[in-house]
């Protein structure tokens, strides 16, 4: 990494904007060729930025440059449930969790309000509605519509909140999550194999955050 010193301005993700640090030429280069376009690689400038969760979720908490949230829950029965649905599986790599947990009923995941890994406690932001990235094959680049297509059947707002009065054809899999923990900036760990206690849960879809 270069010095901090180099500082890019205007760099944007979703709605927030601000200045983070490139990380060089040879990055640069680097990414540039791979892509096919020019290219940077920059860093969240944590001494002067700040970008903070959706505040109508999950008030007060940040994020660097993570998509939406710090972590999103996917549970190994949810994504067999689709698979069992699709004309040809999907490997979980195609919905990038960063917790996958098992031993749950499909799409159970949903509804937990709070749960508890090791020794940190985890609040539910809202359910993640799907781009159009999980239709890609990571090994190919090939773009298809599945899973979308199959998941617009069973798992669309018009499905599981079909009381709202407005619906905007999203598909979900999966749940953000915050850490409600101090953890310093060295870190802390949870591991394959911890256990995962359901500490409260919504009743029903209506009560859950979409």
């Given at each position: 990494?270069?010095?901090?010193?180099?500082?890019?301005?205007?760099?944007?993700?979703?709605?927030?904007?601000?200045?983070?640090?490139?990380?060089?030429?040879?990055?640069?280069?680097?990414?540039?060729?791979?892509?096919?376009?020019?290219?940077?690689?920059?860093?969240?400038?944590?001494?002067?930025?700040?970008?903070?969760?959706?505040?109508?979720?999950?008030?007060?908490?940040?994020?660097?440059?993570?998509?939406?949230?710090?972590?999103?829950?996917?549970?190994?029965?949810?994504?067999?449930?689709?698979?069992?649905?699709?004309?040809?599986?999907?490997?979980?790599?195609?919905?990038?969790?960063?917790?996958?947990?098992?031993?749950?009923?499909?799409?159970?995941?949903?509804?937990?309000?709070?749960?508890?890994?090791?020794?940190?406690?985890?609040?539910?932001?809202?359910?993640?509605?799907?781009?159009?990235?999980?239709?890609?094959?990571?090994?190919?680049?090939?773009?298809?519509?599945?899973p979308t297509e199959t998941l617009m059947n069973f798992?669309?707002?018009?499905?599981?909140?079909?009381?709202?009065?407005?619906?905007?054809?999203?598909?979900?899999?999966?749940?953000?999550?915050?850490?409600?923990?101090?953890?310093?900036?060295?870190?802390?760990?949870?591991?394959?194999?911890?256990?995962?206690?359901?500490?409260?849960?919504?009743?029903?879809?209506?009560?859950?955050?979409?």
């Open positions: 990494m270069v010095e901090p010193s180099a500082v890019a301005n205007d760099v944007s993700l979703w709605e927030w904007s601000g200045s983070a640090f490139d990380e060089g030429e040879e990055a640069a280069n680097w990414f540039s060729d791979f892509l096919g376009k020019p290219s940077r690689l920059v860093r969240f400038n944590e001494a002067s930025e700040c970008r903070h969760v959706k505040s109508n979720y999950a008030r007060s908490y940040t994020v660097k440059f993570n998509d939406m949230y710090p972590f999103l829950l996917l549970s190994q029965g949810s994504l067999d449930a689709l698979n069992n649905r699709l004309p040809e599986p999907v490997p979980v790599n195609r919905f990038r969790p960063n917790i996958l947990v098992e031993g749950c009923e499909p799409f159970s995941e949903d509804l937990w309000n709070e749960i508890k890994i090791s020794d940190f406690t985890f609040r539910g932001g809202e359910l993640c509605y799907r781009c159009k990235v999980p239709r890609v094959n990571q090994e190919t680049a090939e773009q298809g519509p599945e798992r669309s707002d018009k499905i599981l909140r079909p009381n709202d009065e407005k619906h905007q054809g999203k598909v979900y899999m999966g749940q953000f999550l915050v850490c409600t923990n101090y953890v310093p900036e060295t870190g802390k760990t949870i591991k394959v194999g911890d256990p995962v206690l359901v500490l409260k849960a919504f009743s029903s879809y209506a009560e859950c955050l979409i």
